[in-house]
């Protein structure tokens, strides 16, 4: 099964100890990025449910830098252990409980046995127990033995309703978890064993908390609640924690001496910040101690100094943050974005060094508009799909390289997450080489006034990279809304369909100036317009030699002649309106489907049409999310949602989606796949490329899938043989040089006749800047200074380093 | 990621116009010279027949109208008093080879000679039976002889001094209207007739007739030799033919872009100011169309083409290139002028002199103790081997723009208004509407703000590009801002004015509508058929 487009940023991601690789949860496996190029380099797999946490195992002296161990935690109940340098698995424990949560503090403080034997490790696991159907299952956090591989037995710390993210504290002494508005903190003894006592403590809050972090070095707690307030408590558990023999009912309760503590919680003082409008996800202590990263849907990463609560921000990252990590090299550290986004920055000065980023999700406000069918669209040629993301860009993602090729910026607006959604980018069409996108913005009308939708042309150069704008027109009907772009299989047209009751031909132009002048002008102009009795548009297609223009008005399907504008024939009376409508492939048929959309239709239908009698071939009552065909032979497939009260024969209950693939001439369908989350979905034949995906021949197509979260799977509509991966991961050492190398670059080619000119040389100021900003306490470690400052000490030439 | 995106107003249509070739905007730069007041051209109430530019600097130019001729001083475009001592109509104009001598002919058949500076008319050549349509001084040298053409179909070649006929040159069968003298030979001049013949006579075989004869298959309005005397080129009807004289008189192309008869020609020339590519020769054509046309002989190609409002009967082109005179039916006369560019040769001149002046020997050394000492350098312009560093662009911001972003709506929009540009008000408008304040906006301006809000509603919202959003915004303001806009008499004053114009418009678009239903039926039986 290949499948892709997992999320990025549904768990925090770990640094290994070198900071140079980036461990990232992708669904079942764990994704190894190199943080000095951004790309993929390897791939953990094993585990058969969703990867809940990975740690990496820290390093306790120098020389243990380059071990690359990890544990992680699944949702299929298994503890893992990877050597991730290989990448080979060590140890599997089987837990047998859904776990959401784990940490290992004994990793975090330095064991110093004198007896030499390691003393067992433990773990916090927060499981899940799926006792019999009908009943909820029960949530805990448990213990468990990682040396002996099993739970330690009667140690459950608190029993949950839902099931918690448990915090660890950067010393490893303090586990702590947020449920709604408390939280509690357990200290774990120094040596740990599996028979002892836990100390605890609780604050109480008034709101929901969202999250929490501990201070590195002092007893101060942070948590964040749905408001955006921030609330500090120092001194946590001065009673509990340091003196054991006072109990908690005889503490203190003067609130002079305690200004902020609610009642009874264990704490010198709470102050609150006030600065996030909406909720606060982010919160993360400085490495020293002196700083608290907060952020939050605002995509605004603030920096407060803890002493004075003076504020610093990174703005406009564009996406509600979700996590922030720092690396055991302080001068990287990682943030995770909502928009499957993960930056990497350099640390004091916060820029964005790179992003890895995954498929863009869809909106969540997408849903509220009619017609804002910002679906997925497929480059069958290339492999690759363009994305409308929330952020006015469309992005091209790699299916076959998992990976995102590039981002073109549709208006030029900047997106606040948050903000209501004014301006969207609703349709994005790609002609068939991919030469050409089409993309239509919308800006909502303020109480009735100043609508515009906006017809945009785009040039594509080779491989995505450059898109360069070549048309824009204003209103392209009048203002009524745009359904459907397609383009013609042939070339330099295509067809705009709008709700309004007409449709416009457009044609590409070229203007091309004297021989003797390179300039040259391209553009895309109006060829002619249609309409059928002021019937709404819905869709249109173009069959594959491009002689037929087929437009859905309403209910009928009108067949036209696209280059003479004339109406050829009119076809069907279906009982819904049409809103799909593809000709298969070089055959006589073409298939439409209708159904009225957004609304539970009683009668959708999928139907066949042959052209040549222009008449129904066969149809079945189905309701169809996406159609594709495969370009050469009369095969297409269909993308299914059946209803909650379907027959009972679509058994399977978890899946209750599917995919049907479809021999035009027949009714019977050729093969079935049981698919989730088709709602938003999309489905393509993709034209396979040899070398990247084997169990298929060069002139095969693969078919697929993306689901509406954006995840894809690539199937392959002729054999049960599935289609492996074989993935070109880019070698991490590739693109890391050592030595001098690594400072001066490559060595030029000595020549005698270049050392005659004048040796052209430039000051490199920037490295000395790089060195020395941000706070002085805070300095990189000396191996890393040492190089730079060598390389800054040296004058650095031009031609050779790239 | 972080970058801000300043506000622009939507992007007008593009003509489909080519952007223009150097060639155009050579002939383009003939402008009416600004310094001149007489604008827009000289005007006349009679065609001007002909045209003709001195042969000497400063190139004075001569134009014939009704029963006069006026002669125009080169450097200030300015009509000298007209010379009126015709009975008829003055049909032709030659100046002599040295530029003193004006020959002009009429409609009663006579030639008269003038002095070109005294404007004293000095000799009376009688000798056709008709109207001369034609007159011609010899270019090369020969200051004695005149050839003319009339209506009688006679050449005739002048002793001027005389003023006797030395020989008639018979043998065209209809009206000689045109004829031109070789610019390499004194001897030879060509003639055309409205028998569609052009004829090539050589005053040295003159016994025996027309040394050689061309059919242009029209009647000639207009002949020419080209600047080399081998290749002559001929107007009539639509058409411009060029023929190879030397070559036994071959057609070597027949250019057909004028809709309408072509009624002269003359020669003219491109000269490139940085001198990458020689001077070109064109041939400059006018005709009834009103089109002017630039022909590239060379390349047999029509580089430029202009179009003025009026019939073109005669066009000149001064010997320095600069200036183009093109007379028209209805009397006036298109003067263009390119601007000189003596200016810029002064100022070569002065930098040359201050660059002496730089390098004078015994400058002091600067010290730290002088105030030069800290400004040295500043002007050095960078080698070629010198890492440059750059110091990053300021982005300029609008005002609109900067309040923009500072979130402050109300004041953008009246920052915008103020600006006076309606692109740039609408432009700001819909980014309100982006970010859904604008409605607020229009209820937190203050009274002297909503006036300039009407004002600006009142002028521009009938306008197609913009009223889609202003028509539905005044009404909105109307409707949301009726209590203050009832207590100031200003702004009843301002919603009058917005009243007439939105009834005007509205008036318009019903006779439009009319006009829409007769057309419509029609198309639909054009289309039927």
């Known amino acids: ?802 | 990621m972080a970058e801000s995106f300043p506000v622009k107003p939507k992007l007008r249509p593009t003509s489909s116009k080519l952007t223009p070739t150097p060639e155009a905007k050579y002939w383009r730069s003939f402008k009416i010279p600004k310094d001149i007041e007489t604008t827009p051209s000289k005007s006349f109430t009679f065609p001007i027949n002909s045209i003709a530019f001195s042969p000497t600097a400063p190139h004075d130019f001569v134009a014939t109208h009704s029963a006069s001729v006026s002669i125009f001083s080169a450097k200030t475009l300015e009509p000298k008093p007209p010379i009126s001592s015709f009975s008829d109509t003055a049909a032709a104009v030659s100046f002599r080879c040295d530029g003193k001598l004006l020959a002009a002919g009429d409609l009663t058949g006579t030639v008269h000679v003038f002095d070109a500076k005294s404007r004293s008319h000095l000799r009376r050549l009688k000798g056709h039976a008709a109207a001369v349509r034609s007159v011609n001084y010899p270019r090369a040298a020969d200051k004695l002889h005149l050839f003319s053409g009339g209506d009688d179909s006679v050449v005739k070649y002048w002793d001027v001094t005389t003023e006797k006929c030395v020989f008639n040159l018979l043998g065209h069968k209809d009206y000689v209207r045109c004829g031109d003298t070789s610019p390499i030979s004194d001897e030879m001049f060509v003639s055309g007739s409205y028998d569609h013949r052009v004829r090539v006579w050589d005053v040295r075989v003159s016994n025996s007739g027309s040394v050689l004869e061309l059919n242009h298959e029209k009647p000639v309005e207009s002949v020419i030799y080209l600047p080399s005397g081998g290749l002559i080129a001929t107007a009539g009807g639509n058409f411009v033919k060029i023929w190879d004289v030397i070559g036994g008189g071959k057609l070597l192309y027949s250019m057909e872009s004028h809709i309408k008869t072509v009624t002269a020609l003359c020669m003219g020339k491109v000269t490139r100011g940085s001198g990458e590519e020689e001077e070109g020769n064109r041939i400059l054509s006018v005709a009834l169309d009103g089109y002017m046309k630039v022909f590239n002989y060379a390349k047999l190609k029509i580089t430029h083409s202009m179009r003025f409002l009026e019939p073109l009967l005669s066009v000149g082109f001064s010997p320095d290139c600069s200036t183009r005179v093109i007379g028209t039916s209805k009397g006036n006369l298109y003067i263009g002028r390119r601007k000189a560019k003596v200016e810029s040769e002064e100022v070569g001149v002065t930098n040359l002199q201050w660059k002496i002046v730089d390098d004078e020997p015994g400058r002091k050394v600067l010290r730290p103790s002088y105030f030069r000492y800290f400004q040295r350098g500043q002007n050095l312009k960078p080698s070629e081997g010198d890492y440059l560093i750059k110091r990053p662009k300021k982005v300029k911001m609008a005002e609109f723009d900067k309040l923009l972003k500072k979130f402050r709506h109300r004041e953008a929009l009246v920052a915008a208004l103020n600006k006076r540009n309606p692109e740039i008000v609408v432009a700001v408008m819909e980014e309100l509407v982006a970010r859904r304040k604008l409605m607020k906006c229009v209820s937190n301006l203050d009274m002297e703000e909503l006036g300039l809000l009407l004002a600006f509603l009142q002028k521009y919202s009938t306008m197609p590009r913009y009223a889609g959003l202003l028509t539905r915004l005044a009404n909105k303001v109307v409707e949301s801002r009726a209590e203050d806009i009832r207590s100031s008499d200003q702004l009843r004053n301002c919603i009058r004015n917005l009243k007439r114009d939105v009834e005007e418009e509205i008036r318009i678009q019903q006779s439009l509508l009319e006009i829409q239903g007769i057309i419509s039926p029609m198309l639909m039986i054009a289309a039927r058929r």
């Not at chain 1, 002493?307 to 690396?327: A, H």
């Open chain 1, 1 to 802: 099964m290949f499948t892709g487009g997992k999320s990025f940023v549904s768990l925090p991601p770990a640094f290994s100890n070198d900071a140079k690789r980036l461990l990232v949860c992708t669904g079942n496996t764990v994704s190894i990025f190199s943080t000095s190029t951004g790309l993929q380099t390897c791939e953990l797999e094993g585990h058969e449910a969703q990867v809940t946490s990975v740690i990496v195992v820290p390093a306790t002296n120098p020389t243990s830098k380059v071990l690359c161990y990890c544990w992680t935690s699944s949702l299929d109940g298994k503890i893992r252990y990877w050597d991730f340098a290989a990448p080979e698995l060590m140890k599997t424990i089987d837990i047998r409980f859904r776990i959401h949560s784990m940490v290992i503090p004994s990793l975090l403080h330095p064991r110093n046995d004198s007896t030499g034997k390691l003393p067992d490790l433990y773990a916090y696991i927060s499981t899940e127990d799926v006792k019999q159907e009908g009943k909820p299952s029960s949530f805990g956090i448990q213990k468990c033995n990682l040396t002996k591989s099993r739970i330690v037995g009667g140690v459950t710390l608190a029993e949950t309703r839902k099931p918690g993210h448990v915090t660890i504290s950067p010393s490893g002494k303090y586990i702590g978890t947020c449920e709604k508005r408390k939280l509690r903190i357990w200290e774990i003894p120094a040596k740990d064993s599996e028979h002892v006592g836990y100390k605890k403590v609780r604050l109480h809050h008034t709101r929901s908390i969202t999250t929490m972090a501990f201070h590195p070095t002092e007893r101060v707690v942070a948590a964040g609640d749905v408001t955006g307030r921030i609330l500090l408590w120092r001194g946590v558990g001065r009673e509990t924690f340091s003196n054991s023999k006072s109990s908690n009912g005889r503490m203190n309760t003067d609130g002079e001496d305690r200004p902020g503590v609610r009642d009874t919680d264990d704490a010198d003082s709470c102050t609150t910040w006030h600065w996030h409008s909406s909720e606060v996800n982010v919160l993360f202590f400085s490495s020293d101690g002196a700083y608290l990263y907060s952020g939050g849907k605002e995509g605004v990463l603030v920096v407060w100094q803890l002493d004075t609560g003076k504020k610093k921000f990174l703005p406009r990252i564009g996406s509600p943050l979700l996590y922030f990590i720092n690396s055991p090299d302080p001068t990287l550290s990682s943030i995770s974005c909502a928009d499957n986004q993960i930056q990497l920055l350099r640390m004091p000065s916060m820029e964005i060094l790179r992003s890895i980023s995954g498929i863009k999700l869809p909106s969540s406000h997408m849903d509220m508009y009619e017609g804002f069918g910002s679906v997925v669209v497929f480059n069958p040629t290339a492999g690759l799909i363009a994305v409308p993301a929330e952020n006015y860009r469309v992005q091209f993602y790699s299916l076959f390289d998992d990976r995102e090729i590039s981002q073109v910026q549709i208006c030029e607006r900047n997106h606040q997450p948050g903000d209501e959604i004014t301006v969207k980018v609703n349709l994005v069409a790609l002609s068939r080489d991919g030469s050409t996108m089409c993309t239509v913005e919308t800006r909502l009308p303020e109480e009735g006034i100043g609508s515009l939708v906006t017809l945009k042309f785009w040039v594509c150069g080779s491989q995505k990279k450059q898109v360069s704008l070549s048309t824009v027109i204003y209103e392209p009907h009048r203002d009524a809304e745009i359904s459907c772009i397609a383009f013609r299989p042939t070339g330099n047209m295509a067809v705009s369909s709008s709700h309004g009751g007409d449709f416009k031909v457009w044609v590409h132009r070229h203007e091309l100036t004297p021989k003797d002048e390179t300039v040259q002008r391209s553009g895309w102009k109006c060829h002619a317009v249609g309409s059928y009795k002021k019937k709404p548009m819905s869709t249109a297609a173009f069959s594959s030699d491009g002689s037929v223009l087929a437009v859905a008005a309403d209910k009928v399907i009108t067949l036209w002649d696209p280059d003479r504008n004339t109406l050829l024939a009119v076809i069907g009376d279906s009982l819904e309106p049409i809103t799909n409508l593809t000709f298969i492939g070089k055959s006589e048929y073409l298939v439409s489907a209708s159904a009225s959309r957004g609304s539970k239709s009683s009668n959708p239908q999928l139907t066949v049409w042959s052209m040549s009698k222009l008449c129904v071939a066969w149809s079945y009552r189905l309701d169809i999310e996406a159609i594709t065909c495969s370009m050469d032979d009369s095969t297409f497939a269909v993308l299914a949602r059946s209803k909650p009260n379907g027959s009972a024969d679509e058994s399977s209950q978890h899946a209750e989606d599917m995919i049907l693939l479809f021999n035009a001439e027949k009714a019977v369908p050729l093969s079935v796949w049981f698919v989730s989350k088709a709602q938003g979905g999309g489905l393509s034949f993709v034209s396979s490329d040899e070398d990247k995906v084997s169990g298929t021949k060069a002139t095969d197509e693969v078919l697929a899938y993306i689901n509406g979260a954006r995840e894809y799977v690539l199937l392959n509509p002729h054999s049960e043989q599935d289609i492996s991966r074989q993935r070109g991961f880019t070698n991490l050492d590739d693109t890391d040089t050592h030595g001098y190398a690594s400072v001066y670059g490559e060595l030029p080619e000595f020549s005698l006749k270049a050392d005659q000119t004048a040796f052209p040389s430039m000051p490199s100021g920037k490295t000395w800047k790089g060195i020395f900003s941000g706070p002085s306490h805070a300095l990189p470690p000396l191996p890393k200074l040492c190089s730079d400052f060598l390389e800054s000490l040296l004058e650095r030439r031009s031609g050779v380093v790239e």
